[in-house]
T-cell receptor, first 115, second 114 residues
Framework: ETGVTQTPRHLVMGMTNKKSLKCEQHLGHNAMYWYKQSAKKPLELMFVYSLEERVENNSVPSRFSPECPNSSHLFLHLHTLQPEDSALYLC??????????????FGPGTRLTVL | AQKVTQAQTEISVVEKEDVTLDCVYETRDTTYYLFWYKQPPSGELVFLIRRNSFDEQNEISGRYSWNFQKSTSSFNFTITASQVVDSAVYFCALSDANDYKLSFGAGTTVTVRA
């Protein structure tokens, strides 16, 4: 595997379900990100991890819970979601969390539908 | 606060036409970075270019070229001789030198018809 991978690619869940999104980067980066992309809205940064430490929680509801067990893996645990949470969830990684000097590389995303 | 504006929502062209995507940004920082990303229908954002605020040289990469003008706070992107494979959503983004946050524009959807 190369680059940034995400699983699953598609997920349909009910509002009472619990599920997790997985992201893995094979680039040796030390910063990882979760973004939400909703229809007709700009990409929204949700969480940032640098060296496995959460450095940003961008006012995200607690029904989204991130986990970064090591610098290569990032999870987004989902529970009690709402239909408006349906979106494309993108994972990204970069060389350094001060991303200005380093481009972020994105995974293919997980298309989430909440019924 | 940082802000990126991509005024063009959608652009449709016929193959081999040139297409220019506009990007206007706002920042109070003197050191910042500008990016362009391409998002094809598959969903993955593909990095195209990074430009720092001190380098105003235009850049060309194959059929792609970028025009950075600090005086007008613009970082426009031109695809020359467009191809069907160029059909995608293109995002302009901005970050400052000491932050991890990328501020994205709303994106421009480019459709190239055969």
């Amino acid at each position: 595997e190369t680059g940034v991978t995400q699983t699953p690619r598609h997920l349909v869940m009910g509002m009472t379900n619990k599920k997790s999104l997985k992201c893995e980067q094979h680039l040796g980066h030390n910063a990882m990100y979760w973004y939400k992309q909703s229809a007709k809205k700009p990409l929204e940064l949700m969480f940032v991890y640098s060296l496995e430490e959460r450095v940003e929680n961008n006012s995200v509801p607690s029904r989204f819970s991130p986990e970064c067990p090591n610098s290569s893996h990032l999870f987004l645990h989902l529970h009690t979601l709402q239909p408006e949470d349906s979106a494309l969830y993108l994972c990204a990684s970069s060389q350094d969390r001060r991303g200005g000097n380093y481009e972020q590389f994105f995974g293919p995303g997980t298309r989430l539908t909440v019924l | 606060a940082q802000k990126v504006t991509q005024a063009q929502t959608e652009i449709s062209v016929v193959e081999k036409e040139d297409v220019t995507l506009d990007c206007v940004y706002e920042t109070r920082d003197t050191t910042y970075y500008l990016f362009w990303y391409k998002q094809p229908p598959s969903g993955e954002l593909v990095f195209l270019i990074r430009r720092n605020s001190f380098d105003e040289q235009n850049e060309i990469s194959g059929r792609y070229s970028w025009n950075f003008q600090k005086s007008t706070s613009s970082f426009n992107f031109t695809i020359t001789a467009s191809q069907v494979v160029d059909s995608a959503v293109y995002f302009c983004a901005l970050s400052d030198a000491n932050d991890y946050k990328l501020s994205f524009g709303a994106g421009t959807t480019v459709t190239v018809r055969a």
